[in-house]
């Protein structure tokens, strides 16, 4: 579906309009082959960046063709059918529109659409910002849940199972997912500052900045979780590694344990002459001397803590 949306610093609010005016905001979602064919025809767009717009795994990057300029960026993306945490986003700012092209409901232009959020859209630069904090800030929530999440879990180290372990790797996923967008993002973003790719006004680098410093905090954060993530993994495989050493460890001493009155007894159920074999008190000796053996063994293993 595509969306024509305008409104300048003197409108009320947001309306959706039919004509592609000056200053009009172009929003594709889930377009077809042939919707977006013919609007790449219409705006007179680079043809061979049409199929990178609808690959779903494109990697952020910005490029500008003939005076146009193409941002590819990434945003949380929560959909259990694709192994993958982030959806792609192309923000293409040409001369008089701004075009932003996603393959699947985008839930973070939701306060831009329904006016929570002014925006005016013959602002291109200011919308196109505005368009990368609503992403920033999805990006900082999705953090928040996950650090939320591995804390709680790290809680729990001792009792860490395989549920855990498998949890611990998708939390690892998200967070690689998410450096790997907003790394590249940001480069592309310091780019802006030089002027090459779309007009920056004074006012408007503050707005770049904040959302570098943004930007950049949200990586630091997520490297800085994936290292909790690696360290309580590797504590958790210290525990397992070492509760299953104790748990051998004791099996061993019940088996030695166990195999000195089996030998016993097997040696005196032999049907051969045995010493004391006529003696009435022959099987309390047999006893004794099991039990002593046990006992010896059983003090030589809590000297040398085996037990």
């Given at each position: 579906?595509?969306?024509?949306?305008?409104?300048?610093?003197?409108?009320?609010?947001?309306?959706?309009?039919?004509?592609?005016?000056?200053?009009?905001?172009?929003?594709?979602?889930?377009?077809?082959?042939?919707?977006?064919?013919?609007?790449?025809?219409?705006?007179?767009?680079?043809?061979?960046?049409?199929?990178?717009?609808?690959?779903?795994?494109e990697v952020p990057r910005m490029e500008k063709v003939d005076g146009v300029t193409y941002f590819f960026t990434r945003y949380p993306f929560n959909e259990v059918t694709e192994d993958i945490d982030t959806a792609p986003l192309l923000i293409v700012i040409g001369e008089t529109y701004?075009?932003?092209?996603?393959?699947?409901?985008?839930?973070?232009?939701?306060?831009?659409?329904?006016?929570?959020?002014?925006?005016?859209?013959?602002?291109?630069?200011?919308?196109?910002?505005?368009?990368?904090?609503?992403?920033?800030?999805?990006?900082?929530?999705?953090?928040?849940?996950?650090?939320?999440?591995?804390?709680?879990?790290?809680?729990?180290?001792?009792?860490?199972?395989?549920?855990?372990?498998?949890?611990?790797?998708?939390?690892?996923?998200?967070?690689?997912?998410?450096?790997?967008?907003?790394?590249?993002?940001?480069?592309?973003?310091?780019?802006?500052?030089?002027?090459?790719?779309?007009?920056?006004?004074?006012?408007?680098?503050?707005?770049?900045?904040?959302?570098?410093?943004?930007?950049?905090?949200?990586?630091?954060?997520?490297?800085?979780?994936?290292?909790?993530?690696?360290?309580?993994?590797?504590?958790?495989?210290?525990?397992?590694?070492?509760?299953?050493?104790?748990?051998?460890?004791?099996?061993?001493?019940?088996?030695?344990?166990?195999?000195?009155?089996?030998?016993?007894?097997?040696?005196?159920?032999?049907?051969?002459?045995?010493?004391?074999?006529?003696?009435?008190?022959?099987?309390?000796?047999?006893?004794?001397?099991?039990?002593?053996?046990?006992?010896?063994?059983?003090?030589?293993?809590?000297?040398?803590?085996?037990?």
């Amino acid at each position: 579906m595509i969306t024509n949306y305008f409104r300048t610093v003197k409108d009320d609010a947001l309306k959706e309009i039919t004509d592609l005016r000056n200053g009009v905001w172009i929003h594709a979602v889930n377009a077809s082959d042939g919707e977006l064919a013919q609007l790449w025809n219409t705006l007179d767009l680079d043809e061979t960046l049409l199929e990178d717009a609808q690959d779903f795994f494109e990697v952020p990057r910005m490029e500008k063709v003939d005076g146009v300029t193409y941002f590819f960026t990434r945003y949380p993306f929560n959909e259990v059918t694709e192994d993958i945490d982030t959806a792609p986003l192309l923000i293409v700012i040409g001369e008089t529109y701004v075009l932003t092209v996603t393959q699947r409901m985008i839930p973070q232009f939701e306060p831009l659409l329904t006016g929570k959020r002014v925006v005016h859209t013959t602002q291109k630069t200011k919308l196109f910002l505005h368009l990368m904090e609503c992403v920033t800030a999805s990006f900082e929530r999705q953090l928040v849940n996950l650090r939320r999440s591995v804390h709680k879990d790290r809680a729990k180290l001792r009792k860490i199972g395989n549920r855990e372990i498998v949890r611990f790797a998708n939390y690892e996923r998200q967070l690689n997912d998410m450096v790997a967008a907003v790394l590249p993002t940001n480069v592309s973003l310091q780019q802006l500052m030089n002027n090459n790719y779309i007009p920056v006004y004074a006012d408007d680098r503050e707005l770049v900045e904040d959302v570098r410093i943004d930007n950049t905090q949200v990586v630091e954060s997520a490297r800085a979780l994936l290292k909790t993530i690696q360290n309580v993994r590797n504590s958790a495989e210290a525990i397992l590694t070492n509760t299953l050493n104790n748990r051998i460890k004791t099996l061993t001493v019940l088996t030695i344990l166990l195999t000195i009155p089996t030998i016993i007894f097997s040696l005196y159920g032999m049907n051969i002459p045995l010493p004391f074999a006529e003696n009435p008190y022959a099987l309390l000796f047999v006893f004794v001397l099991m039990l002593g053996v046990v006992g010896i063994a059983l003090g030589y293993f809590k000297k040398n803590d085996w037990l």
